[in-house]
């Protein structure tokens, strides 16, 4: 993988991959190339504890404030709309310690899992479990870094509003406004989280050529170049 600078607030989170290719036949078309599924997991250790943290996941004026804005009812059973025409059902939610949902975009309808556990020091361990069924063309083409780098914006985003990662980074954790993803901070860490998912690509069983291919269209999506 291409190397970069270490980024302390970019290696605050950790990421998993899993790729199950043997997806049922039914999903692919007359002569199509099929599926594949993947499940991206990125957690965190932010310094608040889970009853502290969930308002800011589950109620829509605290969203607001560093996700953007959320319409709907965020309670089991309940729909909503997000930023970007995505949006979703609520599947389940055990206050402050999971949240389940599904995350629906133009492209399809995803499972989402949000686990928040305490930590003996006080902060919570929260992980994002995002369940995708890709086409299998397209994500050779793109790889997970696609699909993830909007989760890593959130967290970013997250991390910011709560400095919540104060104890784990040795510089400020910047706001990913639009203006500073296109900015040449922004780049830096975009292309920061496209080789680490691209690395990850390589350990979840995907050749090294194809993963790098997949880095260089994460950032030209993201970047525009």
């Not at 609520?90 to 949240?99: A, D, F, S, T, Y």
């Not at 909007?150 to 970013?156: Q, Y």
Request: overall charge negative.
């Amino acid at each position: 993988m291409t190397v970069t600078e270490s980024l302390p607030v970019v290696d605050a989170v950790r990421r998993s991959l899993e790729i199950d290719e043997q997806v049922p036949l039914a999903t692919k078309g007359p002569g199509g190339p099929g599926r594949v599924r993947v499940l991206l997991t990125l957690t965190t250790n932010i310094a608040l504890a889970p009853a502290r943290l969930w308002p800011l996941l589950t109620a829509p004026r605290e969203l607001a404030g560093w996700f953007g804005p959320i319409d709907g009812e965020l309670r089991e059973g309940g729909a909503f709309r997000a930023p970007g025409g995505a949006g979703g059902h609520i599947l389940q939610v055990q206050e402050p310690h999971r949240l389940g949902l599904t995350w629906e975009q133009p492209a399809g309808e995803d499972p989402l899992l949000l686990r928040l556990d305490p930590e003996d020091d006080g902060t919570t361990l929260l992980a994002l479990h995002h369940t995708a069924l890709l086409d299998a063309e397209e994500f050779a083409r793109t790889g997970p870094g696609a699909l993830a780098l909007g989760w890593e914006i959130a967290l970013l985003a997250l991390a910011a509003h709560t400095d919540g990662w104060h104890a784990s980074c040795l510089e400020p954790v910047p706001v990913p406004t639009p203006q500073w993803l296109h900015g040449p901070q922004g780049a830096k860490y975009v292309r920061a989280w496209a080789v680490r998912w691209a690395a990850e690509a390589v350990a979840a069983g995907v050749d090294e050529a194809t993963a790098r291919r997949g880095e260089s269209e994460t950032v030209r999506r993201h970047l525009g170049r």
